[in-house]
């Protein structure tokens, strides 16, 4: 079990939220789905079941039951999330403490050992990277896929200059969606194979690649170190793309995108071209 002390287990529920039961802006389903992708942990398993069973209640039940450095895994993996969801818009930064911010990294450094292992790449640093000339033929894709990849490169590029935020990013996320299809389908036994491939709930088989979201996609290729944890951090704003298309689920979500986070989009779609060329 960890050993959180009274008092960093006071600034991480400052930080996180987690009054009345909540953590953060989390639904039960991302709740879940945060843990079992980002952190390796089935949150809902009985092990971590702590009074109400609420969010905030499963999250103090982890707390008590796993070893250290998971808990510090988890912990950053929250602070990378929260930078996440405050550079989408869905979180405001004036919520949240710098100073308290600041104190749960040392926190999450005091249970793993160290935080040199852990990406810790900031927004400003992913956006300037330059990555040049995007090499599609290296993907080795069909050659007419790869005439359409290219046409829509162009598109994005064009949708970006004239700042059309919400068409980059549908732009983005359909082309890196299609991308990895196609690689997924060149690696198949390696894609189903892998322990974070989605299963269907009542045969507990891999589903059908037609089936995988964009979320499925990157996770798996991040899990076999096709993409790179920067590809990972940033995608979530792409991640959801398919949420936005419908304009009452976009009112739902409060999404709200603007030229900076379509500029964040453009920068995963190219990473991760890079990343899988080679």
């Given at each position: ?35 079992r992708?980002d ?26 039951v796993a ?59 992913f ?10 033929e ?18 994005i ?16 996320g359909?082309t890196?969606e ?7 389908s ?19 088989k ?73």
């Amino acid at each position: 079990m960890s050993n959180l002390a009274t008092n960093e287990k006071l600034v991480l529920e400052k930080l996180f939220q987690m009054g009345d039961g909540y953590v953060l802006n989390f639904s039960d389903r991302t709740f879940a789905e945060f843990f079992r992708d980002d952190v390796g942990v089935d949150i809902c398993d009985k092990r971590y079941a702590y009074k109400s069973g609420s969010k905030a209640n499963r999250m103090r039940g982890f707390w008590q039951v796993a070893e250290n450095a998971l808990v510090g895994k988890s912990i950053i993996k929250l602070l990378s999330y929260l930078d996440t969801q405050i550079l989408i818009g869905s979180l405001k930064r004036e919520n949240f403490s710098h100073e308290l911010n600041q104190r749960a990294r040392a926190i999450a450094g005091r249970l793993g050992g160290s935080l040199q292992n852990v990406d810790v790449e900031t927004e400003g640093e992913f956006i300037a990277k330059q990555f040049g000339n995007l090499p599609l033929e290296r993907l080795g894709l069909d050659s007419g896929i790869t005439a359409i990849l290219k046409q829509r490169i162009d598109e994005i590029k064009k949708s970006l200059g004239v700042k059309a935020a919400l068409g980059s990013i549908f732009l983005c996320g359909s082309t890196l969606e299609g991308i990895l299809l196609g690689v997924a389908s060149m690696k198949a036994k390696e894609f189903n194979q892998c322990k974070l491939s989605p299963k269907d709930k009542a045969t507990g088989k891999v589903k059908q690649f037609s089936e995988w979201t964009l979320n499925d996609f990157i996770n798996v290729a991040r899990d076999l170190k096709l993409l790179g944890e920067d590809v990972k951090k940033f995608s979530h704003a792409l991640r959801d793309f398919r949420n936005y298309i419908h304009p009452y689920q976009q009112l739902s979500s409060g999404f709200d995108p603007d030229e900076h986070t379509a500029r964040i989009c453009w920068q995963v779609l190219q990473a991760a071209i890079i990343q899988l060329s080679n």
